[in-house]
């Protein structure tokens, strides 16, 4: 009797703590409205009008909690259809409302709304939305914060928190720009300055422009959550006179670095303490490119002031960090080399050890030929033939097509995109003498199926084809693991020695070094139509681009969620 007692005793217990897991899950659910307009900002002396969310730029901070459940009802009431991504959001079973142009949905078209509903699951730290259609994210973007579920971080509290935008400040209109480099096949027009949280600074150009501000008290502790918004360029950041400590990456927390620089490339957010703990006066954060490779682009730093709170001469030179120079990638890859997750018992983390499925990808600058004949392309000459300039993941140039591949996969429509795009490239030496090799591509929309449940690994090899540079490649839908980086061609026997398979970084975006490698894992357990590319813009418009299909599994829980009743639509072949 007794005995039987104890054992109700005991299922009740098990049946409450049951009841408990599941509260912890079940997160808050907030309603947001994004309107898109054109807005006019002045800046660098110049006007335009801009399409923004809620006129505002950088767009609106979103503020939730782990777990939480977060609607949001677009509404374009700008010239063009746009569609938003919610990068680094997981989204499980339901890509649907993943975002990327012609990939999981149509663009919204003006004067019609669409409403994205996103599962929040494991993200914890900061991550970001932004446009996900042409270059309309120049301006449509924002940071999206996702706290603890019970306010407290794995580090020590800090005393306050500082959002840091980075972002491209182009003075004419950026849909012009990108439709002038798509016409004539050459490098796109650069920008004009970068920004930080939506401040220039001031110029000689025009020196009434305001800088970003930051007023810190001594004794202090700040976190900054830095979001890398930037079009086109990796950057260096940093602050003068003050360490910086990396406490979380992509919504996930690292193992804490202290440095003095960060190398952060477009796509990728940060969690950096920095203490206030320096003689009271002004001090610059710097922001500078890091850009390894040959073409034309925008090498404006962009500069805002620590300032203390009390009473002192402000210095007649503000101090600027040092931070490793333009071209320096070694500075670039031993930073992200040194990139560790925190994997603790709180914050676990789940690196695949037998991997079940190899994928191996060569990424590259390439050229196609400039046609209809007749048409002049500003492409570089190949044997003084004109050509317009490409990209390509294993030889294959992404084409979008003219619906979205998640629709055709879906229901099964034919003729949208092929399911061949290969599991290794054609070898040669990658990071070696490319001469003999082709600088010509092919095109297609090549998809990578995979089987819900693998151990998947993938392994972003850099080529010297055209230009080898650093790739920061962005994977939707997934955190990954990054086991192993490293210079030159990458070694299928001695590399896999050296992975780190103990606390690797977890992020969604990673910088390929340039004439480098990189091997990332995930378990393929978030069933769905992904968009894995190359967050330099430019090369993600030229095709640096392919999409990972994760089968379903074999229960409705392992299956891609029903489509919401109302998509954009298609136009109609
Ligand atoms: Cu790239």
């Given at each position: 009797?007794?005995?039987?007692?104890?054992?109700?005793?005991?299922l009740?217990?098990l049946?409450?703590?049951?009841?408990?897991?599941?509260?912890?899950?079940?997160?808050?659910?907030?309603?947001?409205?994004?309107?898109?307009?054109?807005?006019?900002?002045?800046?660098?002396?110049?006007?335009?009008?801009?399409?923004?969310?809620?006129?505002?730029?950088?767009?609106?901070?979103?503020?939730?909690?782990?777990?939480?459940?977060?609607?949001?009802?677009?509404?374009?009431?700008?010239?063009?259809?746009?569609?938003?991504?919610?990068?680094g959001?997981?989204?499980?079973?339901?890509?649907?409302?993943?975002?990327?142009?012609?990939?999981t949905?149509?663009?919204?078209?003006?004067?019609?709304?669409?409403?994205?509903?996103?599962?929040?699951?494991?993200?914890?730290?900061?991550l970001w939305?932004?446009?996900?259609?042409?270059?309309?994210?120049?301006?449509?973007?924002?940071?999206?914060?996702?706290?603890?579920?019970?306010?407290?971080?794995?580090?020590?509290?800090?005393?306050?928190?500082?959002i840091?935008v980075?972002?491209?400040?182009?003075?004419?209109?950026v849909?012009?720009?990108y439709?002038?480099?798509?016409?004539?096949?050459?490098?796109?027009?650069?920008?004009?300055?970068?920004?930080?949280?939506?401040?220039?600074?001031?110029?000689?150009?025009?020196?009434?422009?305001?800088?970003?501000?930051?007023?810190?008290?001594?004794?202090?502790?700040?976190?900054?959550?830095?979001?890398?918004?930037?079009?086109?360029?990796?950057?260096?950041?940093?602050?003068?006179?003050?360490?910086?400590?990396?406490?979380?990456?992509?919504?996930?927390?690292?193992?804490?670095?202290?440095?003095?620089?960060?190398?952060?490339?477009?796509?990728?957010?940060?969690?950096?303490?920095?203490?206030?703990?320096?003689?009271?006066s002004?001090y610059?954060?710097?922001?500078?490119?890091?850009?390894?490779?040959?073409?034309e682009f925008?090498?404006?730093?962009?500069?805002?002031?620590?300032?203390?709170?009390?009473?002192?001469?402000?210095?007649?030179?503000?101090?600027?960090?040092?931070?490793?120079?333009?071209?320096?990638?070694?500075a670039?890859?031993?930073?992200?080399?040194?990139?560790?997750?925190?994997?603790?018992?709180?914050?676990?983390?789940?690196?695949p050890?037998?991997?079940?499925?190899?994928?191996?990808?060569?990424?590259?600058?390439?050229?196609l030929?400039?046609?209809?004949?007749?048409?002049?392309?500003?492409?570089?000459?190949?044997?003084?033939?004109?050509?317009?300039?490409?990209?390509?993941?294993?030889?294959?140039?992404?084409?979008?097509?003219?619906?979205?591949?998640?629709?055709?996969?879906?229901?099964?429509?034919?003729?949208v995109?092929?399911?061949?795009?290969?599991?290794s490239?054609?070898?040669?030496?990658?990071?070696?003498?490319?001469t003999?090799?082709s600088?010509?591509?092919?095109?297609?929309?090549?998809?990578?199926?995979?089987?819900?449940?693998?151990?998947?690994?993938?392994?972003?090899?850099?080529?010297?084809?055209q230009?080898?540079?650093?790739?920061?490649?962005?994977?939707?839908?997934?955190?990954?693991?990054v086991?192993?980086?490293?210079?030159?061609?990458?070694?299928?026997?001695?590399?896999?020695e050296?992975?780190?398979?103990?606390?690797?970084?977890?992020?969604?975006?990673?910088?390929?070094?340039?004439?480098?490698?990189?091997?990332?894992?995930?378990?393929?357990?978030?069933?769905?139509?992904?968009?894995?590319?190359c967050?330099?813009?430019?090369?993600?418009?030229w095709?640096m681009?392919?999409?990972?299909i994760?089968?379903?599994?074999?229960?409705?829980?392992?299956?891609?969620?029903?489509?919401?009743a109302?998509?954009?639509?298609?136009?109609?072949?």
């Open positions: 009797m007794g005995s039987l007692k104890k054992k109700n005793f005991m009740i217990c049946m409450f703590l049951h009841i408990l897991v599941l509260c912890m899950a079940q997160g808050q659910v907030h309603h947001y409205d994004f309107v898109l307009k054109e807005t006019n900002f002045t800046k660098l002396c110049s006007t335009k009008s801009m399409l923004t969310v809620n006129d505002s730029f950088p767009g609106p901070v979103i503020t939730v909690r782990r777990g939480d459940l977060v609607y949001f009802n677009v509404h374009n009431q700008g010239k063009y259809g746009v569609t938003i991504h919610w990068h959001v997981k989204q499980p079973r339901n890509p649907w409302s993943d975002g990327p142009e012609n990939v949905q149509c663009p919204i078209q003006p004067a019609t709304n669409f409403t994205q509903e996103i599962i929040l699951s494991d993200e914890e730290g900061t939305w932004h446009a996900h259609s042409d270059w309309s994210r120049a301006t449509v973007h924002g940071a999206f914060v996702i706290l603890p579920p019970d306010g407290k971080y794995p580090f020590p509290q800090p005393d306050f928190e500082q840091i980075l972002g491209t400040w182009y003075k004419g209109d849909m012009a720009i439709d002038d480099a798509v016409a004539s096949g050459g490098n796109p027009n650069i920008s004009d300055a970068h920004t930080i949280n939506g401040f220039t600074g001031n110029s000689t150009d025009c020196p009434t422009e305001e800088t970003f501000t930051m007023r810190v008290s001594y004794g202090k502790t700040y976190l900054l959550r830095i979001v890398n918004a930037v079009m086109n360029e990796e950057r260096f950041f940093g602050i003068a006179n003050h360490n910086l400590t990396l406490v979380g990456m992509d919504g996930a927390y690292t193992q804490p670095l202290i440095t003095d620089y960060l190398m952060i490339t477009p796509g990728q957010t940060m969690d950096v303490l920095f203490t206030a703990n320096q003689t009271l002004q610059y954060m710097l922001s500078t490119a890091y850009f390894d490779g040959f073409a925008d090498n404006t730093s962009a500069k805002g002031i620590i300032e203390y709170i009390g009473n002192y001469t402000p210095p007649s030179t503000i101090p600027s960090p040092t931070l490793p120079e333009l071209r320096n990638a070694t670039a890859l031993n930073f992200t080399a040194s990139l560790k997750s925190l994997a603790t018992p709180q914050h676990p983390i789940n690196v050890k037998n991997i079940t499925r190899h994928i191996f990808i060569a990424i590259s600058l390439n050229v030929p400039c046609l209809p004949a007749g048409r002049t392309c500003k492409g570089p000459p190949v044997n003084n033939t004109e050509t317009i300039i490409s990209a390509s993941l294993n030889n294959i140039s992404f084409s979008t097509p003219k619906i979205d591949i998640l629709e055709a996969y879906y229901r099964n429509i034919n003729n995109f092929t399911k061949d795009f290969p599991d490239p054609e070898l040669f030496n990658f990071t070696g003498d490319v003999n090799i600088q010509y591509t092919t095109q297609g929309t090549k998809v990578i199926m995979i089987n819900y449940g693998e151990a998947v690994e993938i392994v972003l090899q850099g080529t010297a084809i230009s080898p540079e650093n790739h920061p490649m962005h994977l939707h839908g997934y955190s990954f693991y086991v192993g980086i490293g210079s030159g061609n990458f070694n299928n026997f001695s590399d896999p050296n992975y780190n398979l103990v606390n690797p970084p977890e992020v969604n975006t990673i910088g390929v070094p340039k004439s480098g490698w990189v091997a990332i894992r995930f378990f393929a357990n978030n069933p769905g139509v992904w968009f894995m590319h967050h330099l813009e430019r090369h993600a418009t095709g681009d392919t999409v990972l994760v089968k379903n599994g074999s229960t409705p829980e392992t299956s891609i969620r029903k489509p919401p109302y998509m954009p639509p298609c136009p109609k072949s």
